[in-house]
T-cell receptor
Framework: SAVISQKPSRDICQRGTSLTIQCQVDSQVTMMFWYRQQPGQSLTLIATANQGSEATYESGFVIDKFPISRPNLTFSTLTVSNMSPEDSSIYLC???????????FGPGTRLTVT | GNSVTQMEGPVTLSEEAFLTINCTYTATGYPSLFWYVQYPGEGLQLLLKATKADDKGSNKGFEATYRKETTSFHLEKGSVQVSDSAVYFCALSDPLGQGAQKLVFGQGTRLTINP
């Protein structure tokens, strides 16, 4: 399985600011995914990011709030824009393994918005 | 849409007890099913999987069988250890199109094992 790292591991931000989260994979992968895990909740897919194309967002998530970049086959960023306390969550990136049905996750970025 | 319902926690057991965490799903088609585990302070790890009906996934003493007739994928372990304390998530694969799949997760079950 791919080894996935994320930066930062955690951050405390003020409302109204933006934070960019980086996700690095140790091998080339076609698809990368961004999930959100709100406090005490399950994980919800934000968007799917393929290299060379626009990210595809799930219902309830929009590009203006969560812009995503995918400049190459090993890297992606998620920006949380104009943050509010409701954005306090763990944000995780993932990618598929040898099978499209398996996903492997990064360690997550714990974001607190004050 | 597709969904996963998990046994609500938290669950607290003594070491060496038998563990069952219930998971049922609603899906069109035949999804793959997964259990993920999140240890304290760590990321999400794939624990086991099953890709078709009657498949049994197993890993680290945990097992789960894909039951199409009851739309279930219950997680079991015969003798739990303190180190099994974690949050467990049941999930299914949901097609996104063009061969891609996303994961739909249950709400998670927090398990605490006391020595």
């Amino acid at each position: 399985s791919a080894v996935i790292s994320q930066k930062p591991s955690r951050d405390i931000c003020q409302r109204g600011t933006s934070l960019t989260i980086q996700c690095q994979v140790d091998s080339q992968v076609t698809m990368m995914f961004w999930y959100r895990q709100q406090p005490g909740q399950s994980l919800t897919l934000i968007a799917t990011a393929n290299q060379g194309s626009e990210a595809t967002y799930e219902s309830g998530f929009v590009i203006d709030k969560f812009p995503i970049s995918r400049p190459n086959l090993t890297f992606s960023t998620l920006t949380v824009s104009n943050m509010s306390p409701e954005d306090s969550s763990i944000y995780l990136c993932s990618t598929t393994g040898t099978s499209a049905y398996e996903q492997y996750f990064g360690p997550g970025t714990r974001l607190t918005v004050t | 849409g597709n969904s996963v319902t998990q046994m609500e926690g938290p669950v607290t057991l003594s070491e060496e007890a038998f563990l069952t965490i219930n998971c049922t799903y609603t899906a069109t088609g035949y999804p793959s099913l997964f259990w993920y585990v999140q240890y304290p302070g760590e990321g999400l790890q794939l624990l086991l999987k099953a890709t078709k009906a009657d498949d049994k996934g197993s890993n680290k003493g945990f097992e789960a069988t894909y039951r199409k007739e009851t739309t279930s994928f219950h997680l079991e372990k015969g003798s739990v250890q303190v180190s099994d304390s974690a949050v467990y998530f049941c999930a299914l694969s949901d097609p996104l199109g063009q061969g891609a799949q996303k994961l739909v997760f249950g709400q998670g079950t927090r398990l605490t094992i006391n020595p």
